[in-house]
């Protein structure tokens, strides 16, 4: 019996892990992107280039992310316990100098949550002298992503999945690939999903420095920590007054050091939306902004914190990228019924695409087992709920060869 064929359309990490999980349930799968997709920094909307990449939810928002951020937290589990070199587990503050009205959602799904109380003598990283307003932690994955993503490309071909390198016209997809040779489509391809919307897709525009030869760093109690933290509006800010948090997460060897979420959109070449105000002023490294303050306010919070000192001389490299979000500024996983064959769209992934990549493949994956199955199936195909993290991870960290 020949298995049902499956296109996928994009490479990043929304489709690759479809594709790994819809191949390991029993489907013939094919990729199709306008890429190879491989990790450099030429293309600011390969979003896929550029994860911190921190497992939580930040920036994006969606009816089912508690569901997703879940079923992904149990492969990143699985893989931690297998002692993956790509993925670490450590303490991550979160830390406010504005008054905070509200908590986001996701604190309540993480286990190990603890408020800080600010006037006590609880470690809190932070920049001396500016206002503390709230603070809490909790324990939390984080991926070496040039690791996890060499990986990732390796389940791909041991698989052998089949690539296409092409670029779809979104407006004439049925008939750009033979539609009809397949029985479902997935549409994973991010920011390359705008055209099939009257209107540009909303952006969060990010930098991110990475800083070579970079020590893990300790809290006072030996603790590996990273950290998120807003200073004051008057401080880094954009022009509506939206915070901007400055964060460092760990990598093997460097530090990746963040950031910024402008809100805004791209108008054919033209960015209509937020700006960065130009507040912080002390340019040591004689960077351009905002990677200046970018460098200079974690350098400040790193070396109150942790005694540790950075010098200029160890950035690496200096990035910006775009995390984009669906229609009304959600995550979008929706099924098109208007379709010759049903089409999945999967894309508008905001600052949480790695964070909700697994769970959102099993979702997908059990989509094409309710569309596609028939009874006589059952023995040819996996249900997304037999495919075990416990399997895959093993398979990614067994692959992983250094
Ligand atoms: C600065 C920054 C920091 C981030 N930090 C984190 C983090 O800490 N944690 C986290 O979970 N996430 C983070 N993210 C978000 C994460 O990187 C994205 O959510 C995720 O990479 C989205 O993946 P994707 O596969 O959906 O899209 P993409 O990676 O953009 O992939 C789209 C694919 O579609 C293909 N494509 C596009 N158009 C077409 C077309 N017309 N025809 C054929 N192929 C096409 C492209 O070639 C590509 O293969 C960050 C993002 C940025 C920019």
């Not at 019996?1 to 029993?26: D, E, H, P, Q, Y």
């Not at 549409?187 to 952006?203: C, D, W, Y």
Request: proline share 7%; hydrophobic share 35%; net charge positive.
């Amino acid at each position: 019996m020949s298995l049902k064929k499956v296109a996928i359309v994009g490479a990043g990490v929304t489709g690759l892990t479809t594709a790994i999980l819809l191949r390991l349930s029993g489907y013939d799968v094919h990729i199709f992107a306008s890429k190879y997709p491989v990790i450099d920094h030429s293309n600011p909307f390969f979003a896929s280039a550029f994860p911190a990449a921190s497992i939580v939810p930040h920036s994006v928002t969606s009816p089912i992310s508690k569901k997703l951020f879940l079923s992904s937290a149990m492969f990143y589990e699985q893989l931690y316990e297998l002692n993956f070199s790509g993925i670490y587990r450590q303490i991550h503050y979160e830390v406010f100098s504005e008054p905070s009205k509200s908590k986001p959602a996701y604190l309540q799904w993480l286990p190990g949550y603890t408020e800080i109380p600010i006037n006590g003598n609880s470690f809190i990283p932070h920049i001396p002298h500016y206002p503390l307003s709230r603070a809490w932690k909790f324990p939390m994955f984080f991926v070496d992503w040039p690791v996890y993503w060499k990986a990732l490309l390796k389940i791909f071909t041991t698989l052998e999945i089949p690539f296409t390198h092409e670029i779809i016209d979104f407006s004439r997809i049925d008939s750009r690939f033979s539609v009809e040779n397949y029985s479902l489509v997935v549409l994973a391809s991010g920011s390359g999903l705008e055209k099939m919307h009257n209107k540009p897709l909303s952006l969060l525009k990010g930098h991110l420095l990475d800083i070579d030869d970079a020590p893990k760093l300790h809290d006072p109690d030996g603790h590996v920590f990273s950290y998120n933290y807003p200073p004051p509006l008057k401080v880094y800010s954009t022009r509506n007054g939206k915070p901007q948090d400055i964060y460092s997460y760990p990598r093997s060897g460097t530090m990746i050091l963040g950031g910024s979420r402008i809100a805004g959109k791209l108008i054919g070449e033209k960015w209509k939306g937020d700006e960065l105000l130009l507040n912080y002023k002390k340019t040591e490294s004689n960077l351009e902004w905002p990677y200046s303050a970018i460098f200079e306010l974690n350098k400040i919070l790193i070396e109150n914190s942790t005694n540790y000192k950075i010098h200029y001389t160890q950035i690496k490299s200096k990035v910006h990228g775009y995390r984009y979000l669906g229609p009304n500024s959600s995550l979008c996983f929706e099924i098109d019924p208007s379709k010759k064959v049903p089409h999945i769209h999967a894309y508008g992934l905001g600052g949480a695409g790695v964070t909700l990549s697994w769970g959102l493949a099993k979702e997908i994956t059990s989509k094409a087992n309710e569309l596609l199955q028939s009874p006589n199936d059952k023995n040819t195909y996996k249900t997304s709920s037999s495919i075990q993290a416990k399997n895959i991870s093993r398979l990614l960290a067994n692959l992983y060869i250094g």
